[in-house]
T-cell receptor, first 114, second 113 residues
């Protein structure tokens, strides 16, 4: 019974490159949430998606960041033209949707921008 | 909207001693409250949650927390800590009907042998 999967676990990008972070929710879960953890900070909500729909992206920077959760395949968080300030741990969580308080977290992707 | 304050950024404690990690919240609506643990370079694991009912909540690894509505607090306690409890602990709130977890900044618990 696999939990939430994220890959890669570690990602190094040079400034200006693109970063793609993947999240496969738990089996049976169709709701995905992305959170960002900056150094010495708690997690901050970025975006909430259901299959093929963005429900709330109020926590996501307006430029360079996008997210999708296609009908088939994992959810993708995409960061274009990365800058050093994007260095952080990005966590994905999933829920069945019926009880959103039960959010199960993945191990995270640690992005380092050099 | 909710906010969560964890009053201590670091808590050192000797092995087998008791520990309390403090958490206060504010919210304009009723909330659900959570404690998560994060071991180095790992994801978040749910320790316990308060949804309703009894204000004393028991979780995994011998942890418990008490919801105090008048004090707007949800402090985490363990009567006797082990070396393996060394980790960062996050308090989080979820407003009723919402889906955005609001996290505190975390408390790093260091257990000293």
């Amino acid at each position: 019974n696999a939990g939430v999967m994220q890959n890669p676990r570690h990602l190094v990008r040079r400034r200006g490159q693109e970063a793609r972070l993947r999240c496969s929710p738990m089996k049976g879960h169709s709701h995905v949430y992305w959170y960002r953890q900056l150094p010495e900070e708690g997690l901050k909500f970025m975006v909430y998606l259901q299959k093929e729909n963005i429900i709330d992206e109020s926590g996501m920077p307006k430029e360079r960041f996008s997210a999708e959760f296609p009908k088939e395949g994992p959810s993708i968080l995409r960061i274009q033209q990365v800058v050093r300030g994007d260095s952080a741990a990005y966590f994905c969580a999933s829920s069945s949707g019926q009880e959103s308080y039960e959010q199960y977290f993945g191990p995270g992707t640690r992005l380092t921008v050099t | 909207a909710q906010s969560v304050t964890q009053l201590d950024s670091q808590v050192p404690v000797f092995e087998e001693a008791p520990v309390e990690l403090r958490c206060n919240y504010s919210s304009s609506v009723s909330v659900y409250l959570f404690w998560y643990v994060q071991y180095p370079n790992q994801g978040l694991q749910l320790l316990l949650k308060y949804l309703s009912g009894s204000t004393l909540v028991k979780g995994i690894n011998g942890f418990e927390a008490e919801f105090n509505k008048s004090q707007t607090s949800f402090h985490l306690r363990k009567p006797s800590v082990h070396i393996s409890d060394t980790a960062e602990y996050f308090c989080a709130a979820l407003g009723a009907g919402s889906y955005q977890l609001t996290f505190g900044k975390g408390t790093k618990l260091s257990v000293i042998p």
